[in-house]
């Protein structure tokens, strides 16, 4: 009898234990997900730049936010003034937009226009733009080549450019950098940066990209999908019919302000590779293809765009 009690309560015991093993596992397991999520979840500081700080926001006031860079979480401190930023976009998924401080009034002096200072270098105050218009805040200066329907926010294109490879490499030596973000220039410079310091390589390697980001921060080679935006602009909203209005007035406000019109007949590279060896151009004619790879190591017209 006793024997055949002990024999049950091992086949009780027996599953009962398999069962806390398994849920232990599933903790375990659980417990493993949980702990990489929180180390992969960043927060993403998006300046009025345009230009973005992957990190860990540690401190936030009314007049400036702390944080340490992402990718060194046991480095400094940096501090950045609130009104340099444009939105905070948490790792839980919450976002934090800062309005532009609205601009000071200020009694004009005599001879002045109302609402200017003599003498005064101040960046012009805020306003709505339309494609065409002239951009210039501080050193950024540009035309507008896509608006947001505020009319408060969107893209500028330089006022020069430059024929460049995208890339000094040739078919031979031809590799893939993962810079092949269809619709964000600005993502494929942060790729091609990170694949450079993996690879001991320089941006001289790159001479477009290098290019771009001599023109200052927050200044990019535009992905394909951009520039279709900035030929579809600047021939009108369409490509269905020929405006040469739209297309004269963009031409005559670059010129008005020391830039070089341009050119609808030619090619200008991308910052969308296809592949190791080929990148995506576009021109701004209204006949298609409005996509074309070419081979990196060619030289084609290069344009740098910025957002505001």
């Known amino acids: 009898m006793l024997r055949r009690r002990t024999m049950t309560s091992c086949a009780i015991a027996g599953p009962i234990i398999r069962n806390i093993m398994m849920k232990k596992r599933v903790f375990l397991v659980l417990a493993c997900v949980c702990g990489t999520a929180s180390v992969l979840a960043q927060d993403l500081i998006v300046k009025r730049d345009s230009s973005r700080i992957e990190a860990r926001v540690t401190e936030v ?8 860079r992402f990718s060194n979480p046991d480095g400094p401190t940096y501090v950045l003034p609130t009104a340099d930023i444009h939105a905070i976009r948490y790792a839980n998924g919450e976002e934090e937009v800062y309005e532009l401080p609205a601009p000071k009034s200020m009694s004009s002096a ?5 609402g200017s200072t003599s003498g005064s270098t101040a960046s012009p105050a805020p306003r709505q733009y339309e494609v065409g218009d002239y951009y210039e805040r501080g050193d950024v200066r540009g035309v507008v080549f896509q608006v947001e329907e505020d009319g408060w926010h969107g893209t500028i294109i330089s006022l020069d450019e430059i024929m460049l490879p995208w890339c000094v490499f040739r078919k031979a030596d031809a590799f893939a950098t993962g810079a092949d973000d269809l619709k964000d ?22 001479p477009a ?14 992905s394909i999908d951009e520039m279709l935006v900035a030929g ?10 020929y405006d040469r209005k739209a297309r004269n007035r963009f031409n005559d406000t670059l010129r008005e302000h020391g830039g070089k019109r341009m050119d ?3 090619y200008y590279f991308t910052s969308t590779e296809q592949d190791a060896d080929h990148a995506y151009t576009t021109h701004m004619d209204l006949e298609p293809p409005y996509s074309q790879p070419i081979p990196k190591h060619n030289r084609f017209l290069v344009r740098a765009v910025h957002r505001f």
């Open 61 to 68: 006031s009314p007049s400036e936010v702390r944080y340490k």
């Open 185 to 206: 220039g600005m993502a494929n410079m942060e790729t091609l940066e990170r694949y450079i310091a993996a690879h001991g390589l320089s941006w001289a390697d790159f």
């Open 264 to 266: 609808r007949m030619v």
């Open 110 to 114: 005599p001879g002045t226009e109302p």
């Open 232 to 241: 579809h602009c600047y021939n009108g909203g369409s490509r269905t019919r």
């Open 209 to 222: 990209f290098e290019w771009c980001r001599g023109l200052g921060e927050g200044w990019y080679l535009p």
